[in-house]
């Protein structure tokens, strides 16, 4: 070998060597997650599955950078928080488990029936989503009781299309998240 082909092999080995570092230095450090969930639980006042606190653990399959500013939690809206980190630039939102749902695990807590409910489990109700200029509704039933102003979860008939949506009169409910 000359000279010049064992510095190119040299150069080579300290390169390929030298390389996966300088990738992993590249990377972004990834939130802990532990750690987000224990400032959500914290700042709700409600570990998971309780009433007012998170539905279920944060997905561990997400990877979001560190947040170096801090995180914001807005307050809840539409049964769930927002959780941002402007500085990083993602926003997820966490499902909160209501109030009059049963909590995940106990026995016993079934939800109690609502008095007078506009919408009651097994009523066939009218599921709307509209806009500015448009509006569309489908047949649903529903699975739960609720009333005006209330979430209930409705059913529209083929397999697995459970949703929640905001009762707005007697049979009629709407999606949540239309405006």
């Known amino acids: 070998m000359t000279i010049i082909s064992r510095f190119s092999v040299f150069t080579f080995i300290v390169t390929a060597l030298t390389a996966p570092s300088v990738l992993a230095a590249a990377q972004p450090a990834a939130m802990n997650l532990d750690e987000l969930e224990k400032i959500v639980i914290t700042t709700l006042g409600a570990d998971i599955g309780e009433p007012g606190g998170p539905l279920a653990p944060i997905d561990r399959r997400m990877r979001l950078s560190a947040c170096s500013a801090g995180v914001q939690i807005d307050p809840p809206a539409l049964s769930a928080v927002a959780v941002r980190c402007p500085a990083a630039g993602w926003r997820i939102r966490i499902p909160l488990t209501h109030d009059a749902l049963p909590v995940a695990g106990k026995r016993g807590t079934a939800a109690a029936p609502v008095a007078n409910a506009a919408v009651r489990r097994g009523d066939p ?37 459970t949703m929640f949506a905001e009762v707005v009169d007697v049979g009629r409910v709407r999606v949540i998240g239309f405006k």
């Open 125 to 161: 109700v009218q599921l709307i989503a509209q806009g500015s200029s448009f509006q569309v509704s489908i047949d649903a039933t529903a699975m739960e009781d609720a009333d005006i102003g209330g979430r209930v979860r409705v059913s529209t008939g083929s397999k697995g299309s």
